[in-house]
């Protein structure tokens, strides 16, 4: 591939230093772009992500600054302090109207990641109306309108508007990129996508191997016995997550008198409600969010490490901590359907098992099974650093979405889609 530099305009709503979910994402691509010679700005939000508040505690409005070399502009938008598809919508309009609103120069390429959608179809909406338009590209972190269904936050008109909402961007826009290859099919089919303009670039593991003694460490600051079997759940505590299984399960194993220690590290907008449902559970601990140099040793200091899905959640995402789970080397037990996304990357990592979403009786066994089997863990563990060296890639990701760019701004010139040909 013949290399050139090329302006790029990343759009989306997360950067860093959210430290979960997308924004580690795409900041990471935003800066591998300029460490690779590219002329890359990045128009976000101000950090409010997993807790759901600003982080800042401040009220600026819009804000500029340069982290590792990659020009970051902050605007301020709506959070929503309760789960809502209308507090969602508010907070993605606000974000888009600010984009609209804003100069983006002379990009060659947008790239708009979605969620959040309705701000990325504003910003398709303009970039086509530009003199000199830019070419754009859509990377499509969550499938919107199998998410609507399957945690069935919308229906009726809701949901079918947000279904043509999506269809919209993702056909409007010049080419596609979806971090699993299970989104093209719903894309081709129920939205009219040209597979030919969709291209997979998988998510790549951004969390470095845990340090044994760091996390002998973090496990004894915990007061975490040897006997114990943790098992953690790290990351968001939001409505997908569905962890009020975990609860039961955690009531399950101080009824039995169970070794076993559920731990739900982070944040999110069912924090609260899930810790007053589990204030009298012994066998269930809350960690509030560590930094990025301690989050390898929380891990590492685990026995089991923990995905939990609502009933129903399966093909609208891959969880993104399972890329981390997987280069800590430690093994998973995944509570999720077994159709789903999650359920297919362990069976093809090897680095753990699943039981139904909604068994905490299997969970919990499944659990202390692995947990007390250390050289079932530990060979589920080297799959899943396996895993991490052959299929999720950092720079292997680079590579591709440096490719699919360059590809962007070259039909821009040409006046093709690529993939049209």
Not at 137 to 148: A, E, N, P
Not at 330 to 346: R, S
Request: with cysteine; proline share 5%; aromatic share 6%.
């Amino acid at each position: 591939m013949a290399h050139r530099s090329v302006k790029v305009a990343i759009f989306g709503i997360n950067y860093a230093p959210e430290p979960t979910g997308i924004a580690p994402y795409t900041t990471g691509l935003a800066k591998g772009l300029a460490e690779r010679g590219h002329d890359v700005q990045v128009l976000t939000g101000y950090p409010h992500y997993p807790q759901w508040r600003r982080a800042d505690g401040g009220s600026g409005f819009r804000s500029e600054e340069v982290l590792d070399g990659v020009r970051v502009r902050r605007f301020s938008h709506h959070v929503p302090r309760q789960l809502s598809w209308v507090g969602r919508a508010a907070m993605e309009m606000t974000f888009g109207l600010q984009l609209l609103t804003s100069r983006w120069g002379r990009p060659e390429v947008i790239v708009c990641v979605t969620p959040p959608l309705l701000a990325a179809v504003s910003v398709i909406g303009r970039a086509r109306l530009t003199v000199r338009r830019p070419a754009v590209g859509i990377l499509v972190q969550d499938l919107y309108s199998r998410g609507v269904a399957e945690t069935a936050v919308a229906s009726g008109l809701a949901a079918h508007a947000v279904s043509v909402a999506e269809a919209a961007a993702t056909r409007l826009a010049d080419g596609v990129a979806v971090i699993h290859a299970g989104f093209t099919p719903h894309l081709s089919e129920r939205l009219g996508v040209d597979v030919r303009r969709v291209r997979e670039i998988r998510n790549w593991t951004h969390v470095n191997a845990p340090d044994p003694l760091a996390s002998v460490a973090f496990r004894r600051e915990r007061g975490w016995g040897a006997d114990e079997i943790v098992i953690l759940h790290a990351g968001n505590m939001g409505y997908k997550q569905g962890l009020e299984n975990v609860v039961a399960a955690a009531e399950l194993a101080a009824r039995a008198n169970s070794k076993a220690r559920f731990v739900l590290l982070g944040d999110g907008n069912q924090r609260l409600s899930l810790e007053a449902i589990a204030a009298s559970v012994p066998t269930l601990e809350f960690v509030p969010p560590v930094s990025d140099e301690d989050f390898p040793s929380a891990l590492g200091a685990a026995d089991v490490l923990l995905v939990n899905e609502r009933p129903g959640v399966a093909q609208m995402a891959v969880p993104s901590k399972l890329t981390s789970y997987f280069s800590s080397g430690k093994p998973i037990v995944a509570a999720t359907d077994t159709a789903g996304f999650a359920a297919g990357e362990l069976a093809a990592s090897g680095a753990g098992v699943c039981v139904p979403a909604d068994r905490p009786d299997l969970l919990l066994s499944e659990a202390v099974r692995i947990g007390t089997d250390h050289a079932l863990g530990a060979r589920m563990g080297d799959a899943g650093r396996s895993y991490c060296t052959t299929v999720l890639s950092g720079e292997a990701a680079l590579d591709r979405y440096e490719e699919w760019i360059i590809d962007l701004a070259n039909g821009r010139r040409s006046g093709c889609r690529p993939g049209s040909n």
